[in-house]
């Protein structure tokens, strides 16, 4: 079954018609209205072929693997796995697997570059995923099994949801804490003179903090891929080709975040979205800053130890509150 028979759409679809047919796939296979034992895993195929049909470059690429056309609607038939001596190959562009492919074309997607060394490739006999460098028929010069977030990310892993807003709600709300903690301390350090000043009834410090958040964030999921929260939380935050984002994309996502999703701090404001974002996350599997960044995120076990750490994390920050207050 192909992505677009997955959405129940058609090849021609706009991307309007595929939004929609996503969101009522999404509706009918949702665990918490769909009680059969496949809902997860077909919700997952759903959530699969929307982030490749939704993306216009890789709709394209796609198109053109299945054998499609403008002129030419109908899939390609002549490419067929029991060919004697045709090997198929399946690649991973993130998490979505994109074949059947035949050796030769690999080969050549290869040699052009448009699949890097680090590409995840897969073909019959394979018990996993496996860097496409590492596969000695394209040494020197990939569905096959689901691919598995957990795999990706190199960890001994139990599968969980990947649907998980509140893990991605406590995770930002440390990493907000944490950037407003460390922009507290470096303004009390560099220009303690500003921390009592308020522009328009809001602390100096306030203001400050949400560009700051903002910067902090972009550079290390650019460079470590990573934030605090992110990292205890383990929620995994990646491009369509699987790979950190760049600073300019982690910019523009949290920006995107702290505007639809925290309405920049405003309180009612910040209630209203945070509560619509919940439910889109829960009702599509991705956030509007998700779909706006062409970004993906994915979830691994938290653990006992990231949980109690995370419980100290709070208490030692609820406590330094009360120090501060007190002192002041």
């Known amino acids: 079954m192909n992505y677009y028979e997955i959405l129940r759409s058609e090849f021609t679809s706009t991307q309007e018609e595929l939004k929609r047919a996503y969101q009522q796939q ?3 296979w949702h665990p918490d209205t769909n009680s059969s034992h496949e809902a997860e895993e077909r919700l997952r195929e759903v959530i699969e072929a929307y982030s490749v049909l939704s993306n216009p470059g890789l709709r394209i690429e796609y198109d053109r693997y299945l054998g499609l056309s403008a002129t030419d609607p109908e899939p390609d038939n002549s490419f067929n796995d029991s060919k004697a001596g045709l090997d198929i190959w399946y690649y991973a ?16 997607l ?11 490739v897969w073909t ?27 795999h990706v990310h190199n960890s001994s ?10 893990v991605r709600f406590w995770a930002r709300l440390v990493d907000i804490y944490s950037g407003n903690a460390l922009a507290g301390i470096l303004i009390g350090i560099f220009i303690p003179q500003v921390l009592d ?24 999921l650019s460079t470590w891929g990573m934030t605090l929260g992110k990292s205890l939380f383990q929620v995994f935050v990646r491009d369509s080709q699987g790979e950190k984002l760049s600073f300019l994309q982690a910019i523009k996502r949290s920006t995107s975040a702290w505007a639809w999703g925290l309405g920049f701090g405003v309180p009612f404001a910040s209630f209203l979205l945070a509560g619509m974002s919940y439910q889109h996350i829960k009702e ?10 062409n970004s993906f995120v994915s979830h691994r076990k938290i653990g006992i130890p990231r949980i109690a750490f995370i419980a100290v994390f709070f208490i030692g920050f609820l406590w330094l509150a009360y120090i501060l207050t007190e002192y002041n």
């Open 26 to 28: 999404v509706k009918y």
């Open 93 to 108: 562009i993130g998490y979505t697997k994109i074949g059947p492919i035949s050796e030769d074309k690999m080969h050549e």
């Open 110 to 120: 290869y040699g052009s570059s448009k699949l890097t060394p680090k590409t995840l």
């Open 124 to 150: 019959k006999g394979f018990d996993k995923w496996v860097q496409i460098s590492e596969v000695e028929q394209f040494k020197p010069n990939e569905t096959p099994p689901p691919i598995n977030p957990n």
């Open 157 to 166: 892993n139990v599968e969980v949801k990947q649907i998980r807003p509140w």
């Open 197 to 220: 000043q308020k522009i328009v009834g809001i602390s100096f410090a306030n203001i400050i903090g949400i560009p700051f958040t903002i910067l902090l964030e972009g550079l290390l």
């Open 284 to 293: 599509t599997g991705v956030a509007k800053w998700d779909m706006d960044g």
